[in-house]
């Protein structure tokens, strides 16, 4: 398991009963979490002095109750600096188990030793788009959600990194790929994190386990002819990591060599010393 546990402004306090208890700067949240499946007693006094709490409804989605949280506040991690607010469907802009893949993306790019230029598609807030810039690389920041473009952009600027080579692009990826098949645009380095399930510009449906491989080896055609990493995260549930190892040996691996390596990613849970596990990554790497 890569587990992300450098944060000092984030942490996981506790686990119980479908809910996580977070830290998110001084905040204090309760979120659902369909991994925590064990019901142990809740003796942190923080499950009853929470800042906000959301709570899932038996007719789909929810709501965040004794909201006390200012409209948005920032979290840091290392020099990466996060606009965080609370959102519909329990999120709050930042997904912090990712920070084990932006230390990894951080890493290859500065030992590359060369320009890297990079694509990150379905690039929601822009966390692994602000780790490959701050390390030196060109990035294309992809996403068909434009307040999600604009929330990156946000991101970037609180980061001091609003000047670094970044195109910010608001379209359906697939599209956008395809396009710049054909203007013969190469990338160094891919990072992408598809949705389960979605609907395409002219309502076409994605399915993850149906649609990701064929997605895979449209964006395979912009790799460079010595590409550096591809990353692939996912968060559907019952989809191993191995099968985006697989995905990744059969189309990446067999053409420009390199290996795979898959794991879950995970939090930390100060209370308890357990470890969250928070989806899937399937990691290319030409080294």
Sequence with gaps: MWIADRWKDYEVLDTSSGEKLERWGKYILVRPDPQVIWDTEKKNPLWRRYDARYSRSNTGGGHWSEHKLPERWQVRYDDLVFNVKPMNFKHTGVFPEQAANWDFIRDSIRSAGRPVNVLNLFAYTGGATLAAASAGASVC???????????????????????????????????????EIKRGRKYDAVIMDPPSYGRGPSGEIWKLEENLYP?????????????????????????????????????????????SQCEELGLPVKDSGLVLPCGSTGRWMKK
């Design 141 to 179: 920041h992809v996403d068909a959600a434009k307040g999600m473009v604009a929330w990156a952009k946000e991101n970037a600027k609180s980061s001091g990194l609003e000047e670094k080579p970044i195109r910010w692009i608001v379209d359906d990826c697939a599209k956008f790929v395809e396009r």
């Design 215 to 259: 997605f895979v080896k449209l964006v395979s055609q912009v790799l460079s002819d010595d590409p550096l990493f591809f990353i692939i995260n996912s968060y559907t549930t019952g989809l191993a990591p191995s099968v985006l190892g697989y995905l990744l040996d059969t189309i990446i691996s067999t053409r420009h060599g390199g290996h």
